[in-house]
């Protein structure tokens, strides 16, 4: 394989990857914890180098999914007391777990390849020089963990996708039930952690949070049923990895930054296209619903003074104006589509009702 | 590889001053006075308007308009050419309000939650901003390190003209504050009353967000863009403890912010390796697990207290 495909298959796996966890984040609310955990594993990471004294040990990758659950706990402490709220919670809690990895870093870590800068950043472009061999088959090790990552996600989810739906849409419910919303609530939190983990390595712990909260809240704007938006997310994820990367490319820019760029274009698309739910097609039907309720005035007001002797004199065209408070071109128009749409028809100066036309104006004055 | 967490600048301090007394130090060194001042300053501002956010549940969107900073320094800089502070300042405060503006946007046009909203600007502005810092490094005068120590604070790089531009923002901030007492008080508890007696909620509203901006703004120079949410939110939070008037709280925060700034300075200048900001950070963080625990009538402590009190009446 090229190194560039090598790193746009990286990015669409861990595209994907994170955006199965990220689905239940934004359905359950509780988007800005991928903030906070992306954050903290820098401290569990840290902490496993002193306890193992190796940068390639498995222990911190084990330190840093640990790190990421107890972030949540310290939240859940601090915000469960009931004496400050959860938003604040996340707010004290993360800064204050990063600070004191910053500090531990800079003291006691002194000529380690640990870089602040490389954990919030990450280099995607520089993946497919870090390789290794796994059973004859030379691979970059990003690639390794994204697939393993996506593994385990997927493997959870088809285990727990019951329990992970009814405690997202009605935990009263689940409990009733006999589910644990806690226990469950901890499991998906430690997916969120054991995939923030596998990612940043390779794109960072910001792209990470765009990876797993932009497809899924475009998704969300694209359907209502959940295995749906599983599905579009992922692939929403995938779209947006590969056009950053290929505008990252043609630019020669940072290849994760583009990535996130990318996520926000395609929610922006999703916010403005969205069938049904988009603001193009809500103006749309705005629009419509503006023409269609002048249209049902113009029937009621017809059939108000139909057969009456002041008649021919209410329903002409130029006394809508004055009577409806229409501007002249918009009474002309509402005409039009009227008489287009088989309502009304002109006989003259004079307007008068079809049968149709009675038939909504009457309709119209039930309602 | 070496590490540069934050830029190597706590050497700054290791060689002037090895074991002098504390407020020796503060009185005679230059740079350390600088540094406490500015980080005084930056607590001062981010605790009086850090209540306002807390209190208005918009905890985090200074964290989201933090990170959202980075695109508006990199087009600032991009524009102009210039690292002047006050330049970058203003395109940090541009961004970072358009920030809020998308935010508060898509929650109102969308069946978007805020959580979601929030995360997702948060790392689509800073991504766009990485995008832009690396179309820079190709300009000729780029000085790409400069603008990153920037984003992630580099508070004991501080000079007397940033303190200057610190205290151009704050200061408005802190009047405007002062006047607008009355309208922002009743806009963070009632809006819905506010709204009724015919207040422009709207303009108050935006004005109070651009206020954080500012405080932001300042910040991101001292503690950086992840440090921040912290800025705003603890002093707030550890106010919030002890006091139920809004006039002690916001008073309380300021003390707590300026405490926490001198203090983090002093510590990052006499200990070895611990940066400005961080020190700032878990100072606040200190503070609010004392006020968490300890502060009568809501502390922790103070009910369990209270319960084992009444468990103690005799049937």
């Keep these: 394989m090229s190194p560039e495909i090598e790193v746009q298959l990286i990015a669409v796996i861990v595209a994907a990857a994170c955006a199965l966890p990220g689905v239940f984040l934004v359905l359950r609310r509780m988007a800005m914890l991928s903030d906070a955990i992306s954050h903290t594993v820098l401290l569990g990471i840290v902490l496993a180098y002193f306890v193992s004294g190796a940068l390639g040990s498995p222990l911190l990758f084990v330190g840093a999914v640990a790190m990421g659950v107890i972030t949540v706990a310290l939240i859940e402490l601090v915000g469960g007391a009931g004496l400050v709220r959860e938003d604040a919670a996340i707010g004290i809690v993360f800064p204050a777990l990063f600070s004191i990895a910053v500090i531990l870093i800079s ?27 796994l059973a004859g088959l030379d691979v970059p090790r990003a690639l390794l963990i994204g697939v393993s990552t996506l593994a385990i996600n997927l493997a959870l989810l088809g285990l727990f996708y019951k329990e992970l739906k009814l405690t997202s849409f009605d935990p009263g419910l689940a409990a009733a039930l006999g589910f644990t919303p806690t226990l469950v609530h901890y499991g998906l939190m430690t997916m969120v952690s054991v995939t923030a983990v596998g990612a940043f390595d390779a794109v960072g712990s910001i792209l990470v949070i765009a990876l797993m909260v932009g497809p899924p809240a475009a998704a969300y704007l694209l359907t209502d049923r ?19 990367y290929w505008v990252a490319y043609w630019l020669d820019v940072s290849v ?17 296209f969205a069938p049904g739910r988009g603001l193009v097609a809500g103006a749309a039907r705005r629009q419509r619903q503006r023409w269609e309720f002048a249209q049902q005035m113009l ?10 002797a002041e008649a021919n004199e209410e329903c002409s065209l130029r006394h809508l104006s004055s009577d409806l408070r229409w501007r002249a071109d918009f009474a002309q128009e509402v005409v039009r589509r009227a008489e287009r749409d088989g309502l009304v028809r002109r006989e003259g100066p004079v307007l008068t009702l079809t049968e149709r036309g009675r038939q909504a104006a009457r309709e119209a004055s039930l309602r | 590889m070496i590490i540069r967490p934050y830029g190597s600048t706590y050497a700054f301090f290791t060689p002037t001053v090895p074991h002098m007394h504390f407020l020796t130090v503060v009185f005679t060194d230059y740079t350390l006075r600088t540094v406490a001042l500015g980080a005084a300053l930056l607590g001062v501002v981010s605790g009086v308007l850090g209540c306002f956010a807390v209190l208005r549940r918009q905890a985090l969107l200074g964290d989201a308009m933090s990170h959202a900073a980075l695109p508006g320094i990199a087009v600032a800089f991009w524009l102009t050419g210039q690292r002047d502070p006050l330049v970058l300042l203003i395109g940090a405060t541009v961004a970072a309000w358009l920030a809020a503006l998308l935010i508060l946007g898509i929650t109102r046009a969308s069946r978007v939650k805020e959580d979601s909203a929030l995360a ?12 832009l810092l690396s179309a820079l490094q190709k300009h000729p005068n780029a000085a790409q390190a400069g603008l990153k120590t920037f984003l992630f604070g580099q508070a004991a790089a501080l000079v007397e003209r940033d303190l200057a531009v610190m205290a151009l923002l704050g200061v408005p901030a802190l009047l405007c504050v002062a006047l ?3 309208q922002f008080k009743l806009l963070s508890f009632d809006p819905e009353y506010a709204a009724s007696l015919g207040m422009p909620t709207g303009f108050l509203s935006v004005l109070l967000t651009t206020l954080m901006v500012l405080a932001i703004a300042i910040g991101l120079q001292a503690v950086g863009v992840v440090l921040m949410s912290a800025m705003l939110v603890a002093p707030a939070a550890a106010a919030r403890q002890w006091t139920n008037r809004l006039s002690a709280m916001v008073l309380l925060a300021a003390t707590f912010g300026a405490g926490a700034g001198v203090a983090g300075a002093l510590i990052s200048a006499t200990a070895r390796g611990v940066s400005t900001g961080p020190a700032v950070v878990l100072c606040l963080t200190a503070i609010t697990l004392v006020s968490l625990l300890l502060a009568p009538e809501r502390g922790l402590l103070w009910s369990a207290w209270r319960r084992r009190q009444a468990m103690a009446i005799p049937e």
């Design chain 1, 107 to 133: 003291r006691y870590a002194g000529n380690v390849h640990l870089d602040v800068d490389s954990v919030l950043l990450g280099e995607l472009i520089f993946a497919p020089f870090d390789r290794v061999t």
């Design chain 1, 226 to 244: 959940l295995p749906v938006m599983l599905l579009l997310s992922v692939l929403i994820g995938a779209a947006s990895a590969i056009a950053g």
């Design chain 1, 256 to 272: 994760g930054g583009a990535m996130a760029t990318m996520t926000g274009v395609a929610f922006g698309l999703a916010l403005l």
């Design chain 1, 299 to 308: 029937a009621l007001h017809l059939l108000n003074h139909e057969g009456a």
């Design chain 2, 120 to 131: 997702m600007t948060l790392a689509v502005f800073f991504g766009f901003g990485l995008v």
């Design chain 2, 180 to 182: 607008l007492w009355k």
